[in-house]
Structure formats: structure tokens, C-alpha cells
């Protein structure tokens, strides 16, 4: 029993963990979204030069990326020293008592629901293969080969935000200057719906719920920033 279903909870967690960068990509490309359109559109609100617009919009998506991907650093690797730190302290436990440890860990495939004796028959087996492994799983809900990299968080996040970005730069420049805003503001509708749906798609969420959250939040994004820069670009002028 234990050699068939042991196996199958480290690819559970690896789907899992693939699911979460998913969703966290998406959710990086959507703040790329909201945030540069944001930008361009309250500065092409204030004036119609190409100049302002494109550097505003450049700054943002540079300084979004690098604010998203040290976030991301920083968070992921606190993470990971948690992670390091609870491996310690169970090696170190494994180490010092390891009856203690067995005990414990049949305790707690008992508690899942397996007989006293199945739950010690699995718990000797695992133990015989990988203690720290076998413990670290199910005590702890981690991996020791599959830790958190920070790296990867923060490169991910980085490069989310700035494909996300990338949509309202190009649709606030490459129309003639009449249609730049109203251009701007249908695409990042339309990728908002798209986002939303990806998102609640990938967490089983309501997909209905999630676009009508996104779109309106984009929306109203879109309307201050836009009556901010034509407040400020009317003051100026």
C-alpha cells in the first residue's frame, strides 16, 4: 500500500506548486495591465506628445518589473529559510530520537485515516527509504528537493509584469493620436477578461466573478488616472 500511493504526493505537490507560479504569473501580468495603463493613459490625458507618453510608460513597466521581482525575492526567500530552518530542526529530532519520530509519524498517517497497524507498517517503510523526506512531507508539507527559489520567483514575476506592461505601451503609441486612449482602454478590457478567466480558471474560482472584479477594478483605474492627467494637463497648459 504504502509503495503506491507514497509516490503519487510529491507529483500532487508539483502540480500544485506548477498551478501556483501559473496563477502568480498570471496575477503579475495582470498588475503589468493595470498599472503601466494607468500611467499612460493619465499622461495622455495631459498631453499628446509621444515623448512623455513613451517614457512614462517605459518607467513604469522598468520600475514595476524590478519593485514585483524584489517583492517576489524577498517574500520567497524568507519562505525558504523557514523551509530550511523546519528541515534543520527535523533532521536534528530525527537524529536525537528517532523512536520518538517513528511513533510520531504513524500518529499521523493514523490520523489520515489508516489502521494502527497499516499506518506503523508505512511509516517503517518510508522511514527505512528517506526519514527525513517521509517526515519533512507530511509533518511539514514540504519537499527537501523542491524547495522555493527566490531566483525564479523574482525572474517569473519580473518577466509577468513586464509582458503585461508591454499591451497598453504598444496600444497607447501605435494608433493615430484621436484613437490612443479609447484603443488603450478596449484592449486592456479585453485582456483583463482574459486574465480573469485564466486566474479563476487556474483556482477554480467563479470565472464570471473574477472578470467582472477585474474589468470594473481596471475600469476605474483607467477613469482616475484619466481625469487626474486631464486635471493636471488643463492646470499646466
Known amino acids: 500500500m504504502s509503495n503506491t500511493s507514497h509516490p503519487a504526493e510529491p507529483h500532487v505537490g508539483s502540480v500544485s506548486s506548477k498551478l501556483n507560479w501559473l496563477r502568480a504569473g498570471v496575477l503579475g501580468?495582470?498588475?503589468?495591465?493595470?498599472?503601466t495603463a494607468g500611467i499612460v493613459?493619465?499622461?495622455?490625458?495631459?498631453?499628446v506628445l509621444r515623448s512623455p507618453i513613451l517614457t512614462a510608460g517605459s518607467a513604469g513597466l522598468v520600475a514595476g518589473a524590478v519593485s514585483m521581482a524584489l517583492g517576489e525575492y524577498v517574500s520567497v526567500s524568507t519562505q525558504r529559510d523557514t523551509e530550511k530552518a523546519l528541515?534543520?530542526?527535523?533532521?536534528r529530532e530525527l537524529h536525537d530520537d528517532p523512536a520518538a519520530e517513528l511513533d510520531e509519524l504513524a500518529a499521523l498517517y493514523e490520523a489520515k485515516g489508516l489502521t494502527a497497524a497499516t499506518a506503523r507498517t508505512v511509516a517503517e517503510e518510508l522511514t527505512d527509504h528517506n526519514p527525513l523526506l517521509a517526515h519533512a512531507e507530511v509533518e511539514?508539507?514540504?519537499?527537501?528537493d523542491e524547495l522555493t527559489n527566490p531566483w525564479q520567483a523574482a525572474l517569473s514575476s519580473a518577466f509577468a509584469f513586464s509582458i503585461g506592461a508591454l499591451l497598453p505601451l504598444i496600444a497607447i503609441l501605435a494608433p493615430p493620436t484621436a484613437w490612443r486612449i479609447p484603443v488603450t482602454v478596449v484592449a486592456v478590457l479585453m485582456a483583463l477578461?482574459?486574465?480573469g478567466v485564466v486566474s479563476a480558471g487556474l483556482g477554480g474560482a467563479p470565472k464570471g466573478r473574477a472578470v467582472v472584479r477585474n474589468v470594473i477594478g481596471g475600469g476605474l483605474a483607467l477613469a482616475i488616472t484619466y481625469a487626474?492627467?486631464?486635471?493636471?494637463?488643463?492646470?499646466?497648459?
Not at 41 to 47: P, R, W
Open 140 to 144: 511539514l508539507g514540504i519537499n527537501p
Open 41 to 47: 493613459v493619465g499622461v495622455a490625458a495631459a498631453t
Open 193 to 195: 477578461v482574459v486574465t
Open 87 to 91: 528541515l534543520i530542526k527535523e533532521r
Open 29 to 35: 501580468a495582470n498588475d503589468g495591465i493595470v498599472s
Open 228 to 237: 487626474i492627467g486631464h486635471l493636471v494637463g488643463a492646470a499646466i497648459g
